[in-house]
């Protein structure tokens, strides 16, 4: 009996050993798994005593078992006391990452905020769209061979998504019921396009404005204004004729190409992001009577003007970059830029 009682009078000075040379919490963790782990000195005791048939040897072991963890939580109070009082609180601590808003909503909200400057009212409408607001009010009926061009992505016989943001035209018409209508339409469209300055989901922001007298006049100052808001006073634009059957007369508005700066060429090598200076900026024109009236609006009392133009593209050319693609990269690097 007296060396079996000899073990735990062992166990407890070695314990007060070990403690008094232990100055960390670490060093405290792997005592408490040298004692009181799976293969640690209270377990080998339990196996190794006669505890069935003693159980006053039980009782020992058991109390011994306590008065180690409580010594060890002492010990790690101790210790993490000390190492608390230890840090070096002059040394910087480690900055928190900061994160910010994806490059699009950036530009969104610039935009947005440009066109609220001129009176312009936000709006976002549908992304799935019926045939009838997408294509036939807007003066494209079934089998027109307009609707080649457009390439997008049918999900039924009479529901598409939108491959242009044109449907909130008869939407704000609807809504209003009647003139001075200006409204600024901004929201996600699908075309079955990818290169260097196409994907195959974008932005786009669909203007219109409808009252008395409106004319091109109007939407060459809005134009304009844009260009020289949101590019700076160094770009230019040209209006070019165009047909869109959404609108007559219709143009297409070009911008020069920040990339090569207007001169189609980089170190005598044909830019691949215009090829010849110029930017498509987007269609315009004024608002076709068939629109109108498909609108509930009367051609005869009003006229207006409408302009669809993409969110990526714009900013693809105000920051130079080299490939729309890039804007839907997870590229770390490239992002931290804007």
């Known amino acids: 009996m007296g060396t079996k009682i000899n073990e ?3 166990i407890k000075l070695e314990l007060k050993r070990d403690l008094r040379d232990s100055f960390s919490s670490d060093s405290v963790d792997q005592l408490n798994t040298k004692y009181l782990g799976k293969q640690g000195k209270i377990n080998t005791l339990f196996k190794t005593l006669p505890v069935k048939t003693d159980p006053k040897i039980g009782r020992q072991i058991n109390e011994l078992k306590n008065l180690i963890q409580e010594m060890l939580s002492a010990k790690l109070t101790e210790t993490m006391g000390d190492e608390q009082h230890s840090i ?3 040394i910087p601590g480690t900055e928190i990452p900061r994160g910010s808003l994806h490059l699009v909503t950036q530009a969104i909200e610039e935009i947005e905020t440009i066109f609220l400057r001129l009176g312009f009212v936000r709006r976002r409408y549908p992304e799935v769209e019926t045939d009838w607001y997408y294509a036939e009010g807007l003066n494209i009926p ?3 061979p307009a609707r080649d061009d457009q390439e997008t992505f049918y999900v039924g016989d009479n529901t598409v998504l939108t491959a242009h943001t044109s449907n909130g035209q008869l939407r704000e018409m609807e809504l209003k019921k009647s003139p001075p209508i200006k409204m600024i339409n901004i929201g996600k469209t699908y075309r079955r396009q990818i290169d260097a300055s196409h994907t195959p989901m974008f932005h786009q922001f669909e203007g219109l404005v409808i ?3 409106i004319n091109i006049t109007n939407l060459l100052g809005v134009t304009e204004y844009f260009a020289k808001s949101y590019f700076g006073q160094d770009r230019r634009t040209r209006l070019r004729p165009h047909h869109f059957q959404f609108t007559e007369p219709s143009f297409e508005i070009d911008v020069t190409c920040g990339v090569c700066q207007g001169t ?3 170190h005598k090598i044909p ?4 090829k010849s ?3 498509e900026l987007g269609g315009a024109g004024m608002v076709h009577p068939n629109v109108l009236r498909n609108g509930g609006l009367n051609p005869d009392e009003c006229t207006g003007f409408a302009f669809g133009w993409g969110v990526e593209r714009v900013l693809m050319m105000k920051s130079n970059l080299p490939d729309l693609r ?5 590229d770390i690097r490239f992002l931290k830029q804007f």
Request: with cysteine; proline share 0%.
């Open 8 to 10: 735990i009078d062992e």
């Open 88 to 90: 070096d609180v002059t």
């Open 142 to 144: 079934k089998e027109h």
């Open 211 to 213: 009252d008395k007298e």
């Open 264 to 266: 189609g060429v980089i």
């Open 271 to 274: 830019c691949k992001v215009c």
């Open 277 to 279: 200076g110029w930017l």
């Open 326 to 330: 890039l804007i839907y990269s997870d």
